[in-house]
């Protein structure tokens, strides 16, 4: 695993020198949209819907659109100008019931490693967490971007889960459970018993994205077959092609579909 960062527990005057390492990775298969024809890449561009240009990225402002419709901009200087938050220090805020944590606030995971020559108290601290059974409410700074988190325990490692903060979790009201609804004794029993029937202890390894699985089983089939091209030759990096010759694309492309498909008429021959 690559660090992403590093920092320092701190609570009173306890420091815990720290490497910070994303706990998650996506496992989707990454797809490009490309077109049908031919198989070419799409690419997008960024274009002002005013003049109609093309417009670089070292050009383009960030804006904010209020309720009533009024657009705002703000420049680089703007944003700049505001306070940043670059400390490299994990502050421990305070220590709550580990139930007192909302598992719908819960968002991304990240493992502490100790960094330091000795552990002592990066353990002293996992182990005075599993034995009180507490959660750490703490704040950090990352990527420019101020973060509440949880640190709690996972097996022999410590955990910084980032909280949603208050207001970015919506209310559930809904009408339809405001009526008062009776529920006989009976139907618990059978709810209960077919609950029951289902119990068991949660393995995750047991389950799979079976879409995922299937889509590379797919892909795999697909290359196995020959229907696999390389079109790498027609991607040209901007100002890659100054001063030499300009590859024609749709041609190129074309070519590596008709080498392709003579290639599986020749296999199936």
């Known amino acids: 695993m690559r660090t992403i960062w590093k920092g320092a527990l701190t609570f009173g005057l ?3 020198p720290v490497k910070v390492y994303s706990a998650t990775e996506d496992h989707d298969v990454s797809l490009h949209q490309v ?7 799409i690419r997008y561009q960024r274009v002002c819907e005013v003049c109609g240009q093309v417009i670089p990225y ?14 705002v901009v703000l420049t680089k200087d703007d944003l700049a100008a505001l306070p940043a938050e670059k400390s ?17 606030t819960l968002d991304k995971a990240y493992y502490l490693e100790p960094d330091s020559k000795s552990p002592k108290a990066y353990v ?37 889960q980032t909280l949603l903060w208050a207001d970015e979790v ?34 995750p390894e047991e389950y ?13 089939a697909k290359i196995e077959a020959g229907e696999g091209f390389d079109v790498s030759e027609t991607f040209v990096e901007e100002g890659a092609a100054e001063g030499g ?3 024609d694309l749709m041609e190129a492309l074309r070519a590596s579909v008709e080498k392709s498909k003579a290639a599986r008429k020749r296999d199936a021959g």
Do not use: C, M, W
Request: glycine fraction near 4%; aromatic fraction near 6%; charged fraction near 40%.
């Open 124 to 160: 002293l601290l996992r182990k005075t967490l599993e034995q009180t059974d507490r959660t750490a409410i703490v704040r950090f700074t990352l990527r420019q971007k101020t973060r509440l988190a949880a640190l709690r325990v996972r097996g022999d490692v410590l955990v910084l």
């Open 88 to 104: 490299r220090e994990i502050d421990v805020l305070e220590f709550v019931p580990t139930e007192q944590v909302d598992l719908l």
């Open 58 to 71: 070292a050009d383009i402002d960030k804006a904010f659109v209020d309720d009533d419709g009024q657009t």
């Open 14 to 16: 306890v420091n815990v």
């Open 245 to 247: 010759e300009v590859i």
């Open 170 to 203: 919506r209310e559930a009201a809904f009408a339809s459970l405001d009526e008062e609804v009776k529920i006989s004794k009976k139907e618990l029993e059978l709810s209960s018993s077919l609950v029951d029937s289902y119990s068991s202890d949660f393995d």
């Open 35 to 41: 077109h049908d024809e031919d198989g070419g890449r």
């Open 208 to 220: 799979v994205d079976e879409y995922q699985r299937e889509l590379r089983t797919l892909i795999d």
